[in-house]
């Protein structure tokens, strides 16, 4: 079955960068883009970006691109998103999941929460 | 970036009775190819999202008939013929036509 384990939850200052990770099991890692979509307290969800696998392209929304960096490292089916410069407003859960083929969206991780707090 | 509008954004329901999510989007979701790209998520408390319809009206495997999806643009719906206690939570719809894509705020499905 379609597994997407994703890295523990992470604590920042402003200012910082954090990295999450997002594992992948059950399909084939290279046939599928991944997408980030994040989630605020009590909020609504939000596109990122997603990454094309099988050769590393990405597309993000306006707002991240400069600061959000999607990446993959095939040889051990797992798929990264670094988001720099953090503030307040960047506290939330955030979730990898997996292109649905249908431009939309299918499997997903269990999430991490990023607290960003001075 | 399109925006998707759902209502309500709260939905008291009656255990059994039939429950309804309106979806609109502020263009046309129509695809170059033709395809209308709008699913419909699940969030169940505590949990991750899940799928439970995509290109309007297909249920995913393992999704219960109850679930139905419809629509034709800009008004989306998402339908429950009678509501279980397994269906409280928040119902997202997401448009996938348009760069960005975009989600609704979130309809609260909750028991009266």
């Known amino acids: 079955q379609v597994q997407l384990i994703q890295s523990g939850a992470e604590v920042k200052k402003p200012g910082a960068s954090v990295k999450v990770s997002c594992k992948a099991s059950?399909?084939?890692?290279?046939?599928?883009?991944m997408h980030w979509v994040r989630q605020a307290p009590g909020q609504g969800l939000e596109w990122m970006g997603r990454i094309k696998i099988n050769g590393g392209g990405t597309n993000s929304a306006q707002k991240f691109q400069g600061r959000v960096t999607m990446t993959r490292d095939t040889s051990i089916s797992t798929a990264y998103m670094e988001l720099s410069r953090l503030t307040s407003d960047d506290t939330a859960v955030y979730y990898c999941?997996?292109?649905?083929?249908?431009?939309?969206?299918?499997?997903w991780g269990q999430g991490t929460l990023v607290t960003v707090s001075s | 970036d399109v925006v998707m509008t759902q209502s309500p954004l709260s939905l008291p329901v009656t255990l059994g009775q039939p429950a309804s999510i309106s979806c609109r989007s502020s263009q046309s979701l129509v695809h170059s190819d033709g395809n209308t790209y709008l699913s419909w998520f699940q969030q169940r408390p505590g949990q991750s999202p899940r799928r439970l319809i995509y290109k309007v009206s297909n249920r995913d495997s393992g999704v219960p008939d109850r679930f139905s999806g419809s629509g034709s643009g800009p008004d989306f719906t998402l339908e429950i013929s009678r509501v279980e206690a397994e269906d409280v939570g928040v119902y997202y719809c997401?448009?996938?036509?348009?760069?960005?894509?975009?989600f609704g705020q979130g309809t609260k499905v909750e028991v009266k």
């Open positions: 997401m448009q996938g036509t348009h760069w960005p894509w975009t």
């Open positions: 059950g399909y084939t890692f290279v046939d599928y883009f």
């Open positions: 999941v997996r292109d649905g083929g249908y431009y939309d969206l299918d499997y």
